[in-house]
């Protein structure tokens, strides 16, 4: 399993985590990927947490990027939130010789209801598909303008936003990009949609490096896996969270975490080459994936 590449976890809540014990009352319309601009230490030294356990490609802290209206101040924030954070992550990956992608967020993260864990936001007429196009369509600007070309097009809920961010990236040819959906079963999204059908459009694009699922139960990760690898041409990614389910009236985590180290060498088996977490994976379920994978009688032990 030596060619398994260690991603990051939850940047967005690990930092969430992080500015509370500094500032009780942060709030910011960009949720935790505000924390760029008021708390950029903390977005290098929550990066860093993950490098030092061994995560090879981190995410940006920019998820949770959008806007309201399209308009030059606005644009301009979030131009300069993911240029300041890009500068971060290209100082890290000098001096540790680690990669990194530019996260980009479902249309959901402007309302800021988790509603990419249902997908409403699609069938109760808050937007159309000119607000999908206009929302990828404006975070690949600010992308391709600090002439970066890796992307990560995170937590989508439905067929059909997939359909439109695929093409919205065929208008930016150079740029690469890790594509995950919201995964509710074996076989459905969040809005209930076919993920195999999303495999269908996803395979055999050149710009996809790898397809999968984040922000998902990670019992789900195998069966998946085994599903898509037959059909996909490219390789999968997995980054879900840790086994244990939200609750949001009481906001936290409730059940059980689920071991996902059982499950690498059959993930393997099945074309994931990318593993990571979400939410609420920190950096020492990473650091135990990591020293599992180093480990090579490990596998036995499960």
């Given at each position: 399993m030596?060619n ?21 009352d942060f709030d ?9 601009e ?8 929550v990066h ?5 356990v ?38 890290l ?14 249309v ?9 864990y ?9 937007i ?17 303008k600090?002439?970066?070309?890796f992307v990560?097009?995170?937590t989508?809920?439905?067929f ?5 961010a695929?093409?919205?990236l ?29 495999a269908?459009i996803?395979s055999g ?18 069966p998946?896996?085994e ?13 879900p ?11 936290r ?10 499950d ?19 950096p ?7 020293r599992f994978?180093?480990c ?6 499960f």
């Amino acid at each position: 399993m030596e060619n398994i590449t260690l991603l990051d976890g939850g940047t967005g809540h690990l930092l969430s985590e992080r500015i509370a014990e500094v500032l009780p009352d942060f709030d910011h319309p960009m949720w935790s990927s505000g924390i760029i601009e008021s708390h950029p230490e903390l977005v290098k030294a929550v990066h860093e947490e993950f490098i030092a356990v061994g995560s090879q490609i981190l995410f940006s802290n920019t998820y949770s990027l959008h806007f309201r209206t399209i308009n030059e101040d606005e644009i301009k924030f979030i131009h300069d939130l993911m240029l300041e954070n890009v500068m971060i992550l290209e100082d890290l990956a000098n001096k540790w010789n680690v990669k990194y992608c530019i996260s980009i967020g479902p249309v959901a993260v402007k309302f800021h209801d988790c509603s990419e864990y249902s997908a409403s936001y699609l069938d109760d007429g808050r937007i159309n598909d000119d607000d999908i196009y206009d929302h990828y369509n404006v975070l690949l600007q600010q992308v391709q303008k600090i002439k970066k070309n890796f992307v990560a097009f995170e937590t989508i809920p439905s067929f059909i936003e997939v359909k439109i961010a695929l093409k919205v990236l065929q208008n930016y040819p150079n740029v690469k990009c890790f594509l995950t959906v919201v995964a509710t079963s074996i076989e459905q999204t969040a809005h209930g949609d076919s993920i195999m059908d999303i495999a269908k459009i996803v395979s055999g694009n050149n710009q996809i490096i790898a397809f999968g699922v984040n922000c998902s139960d990670p019992r789900l990760c195998l069966p998946i896996a085994e599903r898509l690898s037959p059909m996909l041409t490219q390789k999968l990614i997995m980054k879900p969270n840790d086994g244990r389910i939200f609750d949001q009236e009481q906001k936290r985590y409730t059940g059980d975490r689920y071991d996902l180290r059982q499950d690498l060498a059959e993930l393997f088996k099945n074309k994931v080459h990318f593993i990571g977490g979400c939410c609420s994976v920190g950096p020492d379920i990473i650091q135990s994936y990591q020293r599992f994978l180093q480990c090579g009688n490990c596998v036995s032990q499960f």
